[in-house]
Nanobody
Framework: QVQLVESGGGLVQAGGSLRLSCAAS????????MGWFRQAPGKEREFVAA????????YYADSVKGRFTISRDNAKNTVYLQITSLKPEDTAVYYC?????????????????WGQGTQVTVSS
């Protein structure tokens, strides 16, 4: 497993941007698929984006395509989520997670390491 710590959340106006970071420790970060999930108050945790261990494959929820970009730097053991054109409905706690490769990326139960989350609040 890897240990994950998110940062970069905050309060931003609609239309603004943020970059979330997830710093990982542990020996196997570079071999793990990394994902971002979010959970809004009163709602279930939902998939946002995932990136393969080489960084060449990225996957997005339909609700964020074109606005969110996931990337990773294996030399720095860090995965990023660039968020643009923020909307009030993007308000949530954003979680970073890691899973073994080659299993379905959109299902949270496939991820075996999770960070504590970072709050993103978008004001209208």
């Amino acid at each position: 497993q890897v240990q994950l710590v998110e940062s970069g959340g905050g309060l931003v106006q609609a239309g603004g941007s943020l970059r979330l970071s997830c710093a990982a420790s542990g020996r196997f970060f570079s071999s793990r698929t990394m994902g971002w999930f979010r959970q809004a108050p009163g709602k279930e945790r939902e998939f946002v984006a995932a990136i393969g261990w080489r960084g060449g494959s990225a996957y997005y929820a339909d609700s964020v395509k074109g606005r969110f970009t996931i990337s990773r730097d294996n030399a720095k053991n860090t995965v990023y989520l660039q968020i643009t054109s923020l909307k009030p409905e993007d308000t949530a706690v954003y979680y970073c997670a890691a899973k073994p490769p080659y299993i379905e990326y959109g299902e949270s139960t496939n991820y075996d390491s999770w960070g504590q989350g970072t709050q993103v609040t978008v004001s209208s």
